[in-house]
């Protein structure tokens, strides 16, 4: 227990030591849209469910999205990439700043921000619409721009950093944002960063860069060594040529299925003769890998294994078996093949192959987790840390970041806590006066945490409230609830509210999980508390729109979002009200009509 508790010290230290380091991330970034429904039945015209929405959340994706998890672990994140002047990259653009990353994107009119847009009904995704192409090419002014943002967002960083050479991540997803000429300026130019990540769908397009680290899948990984030709691995006396796909998918499988390649063969089987290899052989077009007897070879694009290989042979064991040439081909110090929700397999200089293991999620939990990877992974080298450290936390930051349905994002006081130590708190309490408000507010400013604020008067805290909640906190890091007045109140709601004080009513949401603040205002509006706090996002209660919500100009112009999240069908706090009065009056004449202690009537009144 002593020893388990000193490595998690110890691998705490290496978090501790990245933090405010200076991290470049320059390539696809997109706007990840998530789009929450309800559906009871089916339409008329086709087996297709109805769908209502009730929620919808925005969260940067791709090279944003890593750039943001180097932000939410600690490190000083600044982000080149081009995005489109439309509503998408606005969105993109305040996802940046709530997370606190430095936006040098570059604007590129006429060029849409890529989105991947995902409709999800009772936690499962429907369908997944997306939007970028990468036919949607740069013009020559376009890239003359970006390459201007690398070098003074280079510069920026170096002199912020006291002339400490800024680690460089590199996300090529294929949709274009990084041209032949911003590779070419990026090969040229390797020197000026110290550690450099690679994570790209096609590694083949950066010979030459020379990475600190590659992440590639485990399909990305098999499609390189298939594309690399040359020299392969014999076979019980027959060898698989690696030949060139003629046309390589953007994002390729990463599952494996039963099969062989077209026109493998079977070694020797010790009757002096040959045999075809097993059935299952893919379709021409799908130009998948095939793993051979020996469990080792590979040809092809995809993953297809050998049913003679054995229940042994895994995607692991193809991929240790595989790191050296991953390492010569990427001409990479460091190899990392990720393996979904198995984990990964990491390799370095000293050729031993270090396994780590994941929790199988469902899908909709996984995505961006290896955003956390990669960021958690370079974070770790850029301060120095051992290979097997940097493997630990990285599989660490996206094992964490699994546990509900969006956009993964690992924050370090969670990487902390997950190694049992104590996090960066403020001490504030949870009720809190407007003065404290003001110093909780900067505070969490300065460590890039995004705020989300509601109101209400909370006077009967029911299912409906909780839930409201839990959806209003999930929208940011911070949650700060205000709560009306006992005057406010009955104001609003008439001179028999509130039924509880406003010490209950705040005790008892300071003490939800959900809840990190409570404050009580004396007004009618929260105008002012908003003004103080200039929340990322506003949440009210309600199926109307955002745009209905009297607050609304308010928030937008302090630079912040509306949401509406609406209640718990039945549950209100003055439908509750109304059956404890009917209860009430229903058992009024069973009551004894003796008149009633004194002390006892005037209590029942006061309460």
């Avoid at 039945?570 to 004894?592: G, K, Y």
Wanted: hydrophobic share 40%; proline share 7%; charged share 25%.
């Amino acid at each position: 227990m002593a020893g388990a508790a000193a490595e998690q010290r110890r691998l705490a230290t290496v978090v501790e030591s990245w933090l405010e380091r200076p991290v470049l991330i320059v390539g696809d970034a997109m706007l990840d849209e998530w789009r929450f429904a309800d559906s009871d039945r089916l339409c008329r015209e086709a087996p297709a469910p109805v769908l209502t929405l009730r929620r919808r959340i925005s969260a940067a994706g791709g090279a944003a999205n890593t750039a943001v998890n180097v932000a939410a672990l600690g490190g000083r994140a600044v982000l080149v990439a081009p995005v489109g002047a439309d509503v998408a990259g606005d969105e993109l653009h305040d996802c940046l700043d709530r997370a606190g990353v430095w936006d040098r994107t570059v604007n590129q009119p006429g060029r849409p921000t890529p989105v991947k847009r995902r409709m999800l009904a009772g936690n499962q995704i429907l369908l997944r619409e997306d939007s970028g192409d990468p036919e949607d090419a740069l013009d020559h002014d376009g890239v003359a721009r970006l390459l201007t943002a690398l070098r003074c967002a280079t510069e920026e960083l170096r002199a912020a950093a006291g002339g400490e050479a800024p680690t460089l991540v590199v996300c090529d997803y294929g949709l274009g944002a990084l041209p032949a000429p911003v590779r070419a300026w990026l090969v040229d130019n390797r020197e000026r960063y110290a550690t450099v990540a690679l994570d790209a769908h096609d590694l083949a397009d950066w010979r030459g860069l020379a990475p600190t680290v590659v992440t590639p899948s485990f399909a990305e990984a098999t499609r390189l060594l298939a594309r690399a030709g040359g020299t392969t691995r014999p076979t019980g006396g027959t060898e698989l040529h690696l030949e060139h796909p003629h046309g390589d998918p953007t994002d390729g499988p990463s599952e494996m299925t039963v099969g062989a390649a077209p026109g493998a063969v079977r070694a020797d089987d010790g009757t002096g003769s040959t045999a075809p290899g097993p059935v299952g052989e893919p379709t021409p077009g799908e130009g998948r890998v095939a793993l051979t007897d020996d469990g080792l070879s590979v040809t092809g694009t995809g993953v297809t294994v050998n049913t003679r290989a054995g229940e042994g042979v895994d995607r692991a064991v193809l991929a240790e078996s595989r790191l050296a040439e991953l390492r010569a081909h990427t001409g990479a110090d460091v190899v990392a093949v990720t393996l979904d929700t198995e984990g990964a397999v990491v390799g370095g200089a000293d050729g031993e192959p270090r396994r780590s293991h994941s929790t199988p999620v469902p899908a909709s939990h996984a995505v961006g987790a290896g955003d956390a990877y990669l960021a958690a992974m370079t974070l770790a080298l850029a301060a120095d840390a051992p290979l097997p450290t940097a493997a630990q936390l990285a599989q660490l930051a996206a094992t964490i970041t699994v546990s509900d349905t969006g956009t993964c994002v690992c924050r370090r006081d969670d990487l902390l806590a997950a190694l049992d130590q104590p996090t960066d708190t403020t001490g504030h309490p949870a009720l809190v006066g407007g003065d404290e408000l003001d110093t909780i507010v900067a505070e969490h400013r300065e460590a890039g945490r995004s705020i989300v604020f509601t109101n209400g008067c909370f006077d009967v805290l029911h299912r409906g409230h909780v839930r409201y909640l839990e959806q209003a906190r999930a929208l940011g890091d911070l949650l700060i609830v205000a709560v009306n007045s006992d005057g406010s109140v009955r104001r609003l709601k008439g001179p028999d509210r509130p039924v509880n004080p406003v010490e209950d009513r705040g005790a008892l949401l300071a003490a939800l999980a959900c809840v990190d603040h409570v404050v009580v205002f004396e007004e009618d509006s929260p105008a002012a508390l908003i003004e103080a706090v200039q929340p990322d996002v506003y949440v009210k209660g309600g199926d109307y729109p955002p745009e209905l919500v009297p607050e609304a100009p308010l928030v937008r112009r302090l630079g912040g979002q509306v949401r509406t999240l609406g209640y718990v069908p039945d549950r209100s706090t003055s439908a509750i009200i109304e059956r404890i009065r009917s209860h009430s009056q229903d058992l009024s004449p069973h009551v004894d009509d003796r008149e009633p202690d004194p002390s006892l009537r005037t209590h029942t009144q006061a309460s």
